[in-house]
């Protein structure tokens, strides 16, 4: 996976953005597709990765013993495994501490940073429950147990009744998408890069999303990295 710098990320005054009539969804079994996020024509990069037994072993127990203690902080990726050792400090979770500091490294790597912005989340309940885009240039996201991140692709999304249009109505009477079967959900331990509206020529093609609804007693684990600034 080759780093590109951050340079590249911004888009010079009067060229024109790439029309964004169009956005596919990319996916593969090893970590090395997260670097197709540059591709234009791209807004959704999922990872299909299984997690370890080791790592499932322990994620629900982090769950239910955080409860609703969550988790915010902008860190390097040399100091990530110790930041995240101090915060979770119980041996039990090594393996999760571990995969989490990877991924931070793999994220910074990919975009060029120094650092990026971690949230760790105990969710009972769904966190944003309406379809709706993020305005960041891209977020990592990975759901550790329980239910995990719904989305629409692109060409099935009215945009027109996204965000204040439809905020008297539901997702599905709003008529922002035309049938359930239009939803599609990432499974837990999947990695996914979502493109945001702030992403150079990404306006008006940000990935929609949501949160699930949660189940009472089945907790979601929920990680996010962003750009820190």
């Not at 299909?48 to 982090?62: F, I, T």
């Amino acid at each position: 996976m080759n780093a590109v710098s951050p340079e590249l990320m911004s888009i010079p005054q009067g060229v024109i953005e790439p029309d964004p009539k169009f956005r596919k969804v990319v996916t593969g079994k090893q970590p090395v597709v997260l670097a197709d996020i540059y591709e234009e024509s791209t807004n959704l990069i999922i990872w299909q990765r299984q997690l370890p037994k080791e790592l499932v072993a322990g994620v629900n127990d982090l769950a239910v013993s955080r409860r609703d203690r969550n988790f915010s902080v902008v860190l390097k990726p040399s100091d990530a495994r110790s930041v995240m050792h101090e915060e979770i400090d119980n041996p039990r979770f090594g393996y999760f501490v571990d995969d989490a500091a990877e991924l931070v490294d793999m994220f910074c790597y990919l975009f060029g940073l120094d650092e990026a912005g971690l949230r760790l989340r105990v969710l009972h309940h769904s966190m944003c429950p309406k379809f709706h885009v993020d305005h960041v240039p891209c977020r990592l996201v990975t759901t550790y147990c329980g239910v995990a991140t719904e989305w629409l692709a692109h060409e099935s999304v009215d945009r027109k009744k996204l965000g204040l249009s439809g905020a008297e109505k539901s997702d599905q009477e709003s008529g922002l998408y035309q049938t359930e079967r239009d939803i599609q959900e990432l499974a837990r331990g999947e990695v996914a890069l979502m493109k945001g509206e702030k992403w150079p020529g990404n306006k008006g093609a940000g990935l929609v999303h949501r949160s699930p609804a949660v189940a009472a007693g089945e907790p979601r684990l929920l990680l996010t990295l962003d750009f820190s600034s």
